[in-house]
Structures are given as C-alpha cells and as structure tokens.
C-alpha cells in the first residue's frame, strides 16, 4: 500500500570558520535571501531556521547555528557542534589562511562532533574571483581526501547557496 504521508525531519547544522569569511551572510542569504554589505559581527552565537521541500513528499527543517566569536570563545565552540548532524566549515577563497583555519574545524569537528556528522567544506566570496588565493581544485582535493562534501558559494550573489543546502539535507537520514 502506498504511503501518502508526508515526511518531516528536522536536522540540526552549525557554522565554523575563521570571523569574517562570511558565515552569517550565508546564513542571511539562505534564510532570507538577502546581503548586506556592511554588516557587522554577530557577537555570540545566533540561532535561525529554515525549511526546504526536498521533493513532493519530504520537507526537511535546518536548525542552524551561527556560531560567532568562535575566535574569543573557542572553548565554548563544541556545546554547538555536540549533537550536530551537520556542520557547514567556511573559508574565504580570497583569504589563504581562512583555509587553514578550516582545517583546524574540520580536526575538531572529526575528534569530537557526532561520528556520523556530515560536514561540508564551502569556500565563500566567489563573486571576488580576481582577489582569489586559493584554487578551486586545492581546496576539492582535500575535501576529497578528508571526506567531506564541497563547495564554492557567494552569499552576495546568492550562487551555489541552495544547491549547498540542499546538498546536505540529501545526505541526511530520512526514515521511510
Ligand atoms: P562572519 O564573521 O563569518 O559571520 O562573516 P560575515 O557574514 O559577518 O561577513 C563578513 C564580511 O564579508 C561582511 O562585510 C560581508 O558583507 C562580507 N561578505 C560575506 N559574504 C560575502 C560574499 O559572498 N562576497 C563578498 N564580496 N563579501 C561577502
């Protein structure tokens, strides 16, 4: 017998990556496709949600965290990682150690985040394509060897955003 019900499941995300790589536009530009370009620093850790239909029958419901001034408050970093089904680690492709840094998430989510959690690794900023420093094909290369999905996104033009999203609710356990 066919089932006509409607799946709903809903996943918990958290943002990392070095301040100023764009974490919080891409969070904006996904939840209300908007961009500023002089916003400032969100202080603290905020908390969005946002829901995707995956197909006609499943909708799957992000919450994400944003987790701000991870630089001063590093510690605190893994009471928003713990339980995360997923984790969107962001660089700058025009800021060469951004990528270094994510790196260093990347350690820190695999040593203690859930071991079942889907990363992502998303270079931001491809609308700067002349101020880049670091080659698409680096990056994919060790995404690749690290396991973990990846992308190249602009949370000012809005290129890639959903497709990431998307990306990763496609990797989640949905139960039938
Ligand atoms: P966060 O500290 O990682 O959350 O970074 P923000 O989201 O606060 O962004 C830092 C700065 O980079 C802000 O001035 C943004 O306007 C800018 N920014 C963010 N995303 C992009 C992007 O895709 N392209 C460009 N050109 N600037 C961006």
Redesign the pocket.
Do not use: H, I, P
């Given at each position: 017998i066919a089932s006509d019900e409607h799946k709903f499941v809903q996943f918990k995300l958290v943002l990392l990556?070095e301040?100023?790589?764009?974490?919080?536009?891409i969070v904006q530009r996904f939840v209300k496709d908007s961009f500023?370009?002089?916003?400032e620093?969100?202080i603290g850790a905020a908390f969005l949600t946002q829901t995707i239909d995956l197909d006609s029958d499943t909708t799957v419901k992000f919450e994400i965290w944003?987790t701000?001034g991870q630089e001063r408050y590093r510690s605190l970093a893994s009471i928003y990682y713990r339980n995360a089904q997923s984790a969107l680690v962001?660089y700058d492709i025009t800021q060469k150690a951004s990528l270094d840094k994510a790196k260093y998430w990347i350690k820190e989510l695999q040593k203690q985040a859930s071991n079942n959690i889907v990363i992502a690794l998303v270079g931001?900023?491809t609308?700067?394509e002349e101020e880049r420093q670091i080659p698409t094909e680096e990056a994919q290369a060790f995404a690749n060897e690290a396991g973990l999905l990846f992308f190249e996104v602009?949370?000012?033009s809005g290129k890639g955003i959903k497709e990431c999203f998307r990306e990763i609710a496609l990797k989640m356990p949905i139960e039938e």
């Open positions: 990556g301040s100023a790589v764009g974490k919080s536009s500023n370009d002089f916003k620093s969100t944003d701000a962001v931001n900023k609308d700067l602009s949370a000012k």
